[in-house]
């Protein structure tokens, strides 16, 4: 038998992975709906899978459920977004405080899904210096600084695709992992 210095889990197939976020998302409704509990048939029905295929994903992770009760929906909404390493926020700016821009910044709940968002950047000067939810929009050329200073570990990108390529090599060299 290999000592524990030299035994390795079994790698997670990408498949197992993938599926993590569905899971994730049909529990969120589940939570919305007022349902508790499920089992993993009831899970496997909503979601087109097999119950077997359910218990096999989520036993890569750890015993989640309970043979005749089924699976907390809370704790199981919490731990899978755990798995995701949504249990964290992660410091995270947007370039590009157009139309697009605007409106991400605006509606989407960034901390329910792990980011935190903590600076807006634009070249217009019509845009620079204006709200958006809380933030200052800076400009760009304010960019590599807050970024040093800062250290976002995510950036969201409503900038021209031209320019796509040009500003996430400059990101990563200043340790931004992350682009949506």
């Known amino acids: 038998m290999p000592s524990s210095s030299t035994y390795k889990k ?3 197939s990408s498949s197992v992975i993938k599926r993590l976020p569905r ?4 529990l969120r409704d589940l939570r919305a709906d007022g ?7 009831d899970l496997a029905h909503r979601m087109n899978l097999t119950a077997s295929q359910i218990r096999q ?15 907390n ?5 919490r731990e899978i977004g755990a798995i995701l390493g949504l249990d964290k926020c992660r410091p995270t700016i947007l370039l590009g ?4 821009g605007k ?12 980011f935190d968002l903590i600076g807006i950047f634009d070249k217009s000067p019509e845009i620079i210096g ?25 950036a969201i990108l409503c900038i021209p695709s031209s320019q796509v390529t040009d500003i996430a090599d400059m990101l990563v060299e200043l340790g931004v992992k992350g682009f949506w």
């Open 10 to 12: 079994p790698a997670i």
């Open 23 to 26: 899971y994730r998302r049909f």
């Open 35 to 41: 349902i508790t509990r499920i089992s993993s048939k």
């Open 57 to 71: 994903d989520l036993n890569c992770f750890g015993g989640f459920g309970l043979q005749g009760y089924g699976y």
């Open 73 to 77: 929906v809370d704790d199981l909404y």
């Open 97 to 100: 405080a157009g139309n697009l």
């Open 103 to 114: 409106a991400i910044a605006r509606q989407l709940d960034f901390k329910s899904i792990g």
């Open 130 to 154: 204006r709200e958006i939810r809380d933030l200052t929009v800076a400009d760009v050329a304010e960019l590599k600084e807050f970024c040093m200073t800062n250290r976002p570990e995510a």
